[in-house]
């Protein structure tokens, strides 16, 4: 006798009702002429002198439409005369190799053929400085190199700890610049310091290495661009923090409070740094990070393909899958956990056979009087929320916001013959 399928034979599944979440949504809709217009601007010409070599960092974390822009940056230096090139700007993702980073920028759609430039992928750094506390600074040896440095990026709230700056220019420049080395250091005294630590670091970057200007990427809710912006490197620090309050301005979010159970399809390092984003779920790895909903479980059905088995976060999940612990690469997310020094998004969470299993089983523990009840919302992934499911138990609730439109009829959940999700 499967003790487990006995214990789980008795818990009620609800029916799911697909619902519409709509937010403001301002997009750049035109992106090559919106980096031509930025980059056009006397604070931003002016820098880029023919013969140049500039790199162009780019980073990993899920950026919409980073060929689309990166290319277009790549195509206006190589007009003002300008040699640019690529150099991954990520810490310890793809597993801390010089061919995992590459190959991570392949995933997101940015190889030399779709920039139209060399990519140098490397893990060499230099040390430019340290901190009153003795923490070194590192940059990527091919960016301090060359002539200028272009940051390319995305701003928005961090997974980890609050401050005036989050992620964003500034840790691009002390965490995705300084590779491995630099992501260690930065995160060596915990997050509670990081706030302090990344300014610190930049403004030690931007004293000595050649930083030109980033060009920075605000986002709307439906994972869009909804501002494109060249920043000058004397005001990069001031204007991160503008944008960042834009940018947290114009995040989704889960229309509830509190739920019973979130069933999230699939996390990644392509979603979030955490696999999913603490911002939506509320389960944060550090005491240093707060907002978003109460859930009481939360299950995590499969990893994304572009995740390459970088698991990092299932930590701040209760309940998975076999399938999903199948593709866990343990290499590369503990290279995220003894970097960062934080551990807890490395975990497993309980493994459960299959889909089915796994969300009987949180909403059996999740502690709801009557579990026929119980309070289910189900995501693709925190990065898009504008469609998903609810249990019948908040349609009513959910049909009294105004910006949720319910678009069907409660349906039983669908699984095959594997007990997985349809």
């Not at 980059?39 to 931003?44: C, E, G, N, R, T």
């Not at 991160?240 to 309050?245: G, Q, T, V």
């Not at 056979?353 to 992934?381: E, G, L």
Request: with cysteine.
């Amino acid at each position: 006798m499967d003790i487990i399928k006995e214990l789980l034979k008795p818990v009620p599944l609800p029916r799911m009702v697909k619902v519409r979440q709509t937010f403001p949504a301002p997009i750049v809709t035109d992106i090559p002429g919106t980096i031509s217009q930025e980059l056009a601007k006397p604070a931003i010409a002016s820098r880029i002198r023919p013969g140049m070599r500039i790199a162009i960092a780019v980073g990993s974390r899920g950026i919409a439409e980073i060929p689309a822009i990166v290319k277009a940056v790549v195509s206006e230096l190589n007009a003002k005369g300008a040699a640019p090139f690529i150099v991954p700007a990520m810490g310890s993702h793809g597993g801390a190799t010089a061919e995992g980073q590459k190959q991570v920028l392949a995933d997101l759609g940015v190889t030399e053929e779709t920039a139209g430039c060399p990519i140098l992928s490397s893990m060499e750094v230099v040390e430019i400085g340290r901190l009153d506390n003795g923490l070194p600074v590192y940059i990527d040896k091919n960016a301090y190199d060359a002539d200028g440095i272009v940051i390319v990026c995305r701003v928005k709230p961090h997974t980890a700890f609050r401050g005036a700056n989050e992620s964003g220019l500034v840790k691009m420049i002390t965490i995705g610049l300084g590779k491995q080395k630099g992501a260690e250091s930065c995160h060596a005294y915990s997050f509670k310091h990081m706030a302090e630590h990344i300014v610190a670091m930049a403004r030690i970057s931007l004293a000595k290495a050649p930083i030109l200007f980033g060009v920075a990427s605000v986002e709307n809710a439906y994972d869009q661009p909804a501002k494109l912006v060249a920043v000058p490197a004397e005001t990069l620090i001031e204007t991160d923090r503008e944008l960042l309050l834009a940018a947290k301005a114009n995040m989704p979010r889960l229309p509830f409070n509190q739920l019973d159970v979130l069933i999230v399809d699939q996390i990644g390092k392509d979603i979030s740094g955490d696999g999913m984003d603490p911002n939506i779920t509320g389960r944060y790895p550090t005491p240093y990070a707060f907002g978003g909903p109460e859930i009481a479980k939360i299950v995590v059905l499969d990893l994304t393909e572009r995740t390459h088995g970088n698991a990092n976060g299932m930590g701040a999940a209760d309940f998975s899958t076999r399938k999903l612990a199948d593709k866990v690469d343990f290499k590369k997310v503990y290279a995220n956990g003894l970097t960062s020094a934080e551990v807890s998004p490395t975990k497993l969470p309980m493994i459960l056979d299959d889909d089915r299993d796994a969300i009987k089983a949180a909403i059996k523990t999740c502690y709801a009087r009557d579990q026929k009840q119980a309070r289910v919302v189900r995501i693709k992934d925190t990065l898009h929320l504008g469609e998903f499911y609810i249990s019948e138990s908040l349609v009513a609730e959910a049909a009294s916001l105004p910006n949720v439109t319910i678009l069907g009829e409660p349906e039983d959940m669908a699984f095959d013959d594997k007990g997985n999700l349809i």
